[in-house]
């Protein structure tokens, strides 16, 4: 039986591990307004509340030998 785990991430600890996306999943569509309002939403709550946490939002991935498979998530976590 496979175990399913969920668990608060640091933004940093996030990016140490190597992700890829399965060919079954959508195409990446956020334009570059996504993404500015995104990093200004990073920035602003960094400003005002650097010492609160920020939900950047769930994301799901399966562990595939030495990488991950990035299931749920891909458009705020490929930017």
Same mark, same amino acid.
């Given at each position: 039986?496979?175990?399913?785990? $969920?668990?608060?991430?640091?933004?940093? +600890?996030?990016?140490?591990?190597?992700?890829?996306?399965?060919?079954?999943?959508?195409?990446?569509?956020?334009? =570059?307004?996504?993404?500015? =309002?995104?990093? $200004?939403?990073?920035?602003?709550?960094?400003?005002?509340?650097? +010492? =609160?946490?920020?939900?950047?939002?769930?994301?799901?991935?399966?562990?595939?030998? +030495?990488?991950?498979?990035?299931? =749920?998530? &891909? &458009?705020?976590?490929?930017?």
């Amino acid at each position: 039986m496979k175990e399913i785990e $969920c668990k608060k991430k640091q933004l940093k +600890d996030v990016f140490k591990a190597w992700y890829s996306v399965p060919a079954y999943q959508r195409h990446y569509v956020w334009e =570059d307004d996504n993404i500015n =309002d995104l990093l $200004c939403d990073f920035a602003d709550n960094y400003i005002e509340r650097k +010492d =609160d946490e920020y939900f950047l939002g769930s994301y799901i991935i399966q562990k595939k030998d +030495d990488c991950f498979d990035l299931l =749920d998530g &891909q &458009q705020r976590f490929l930017p």
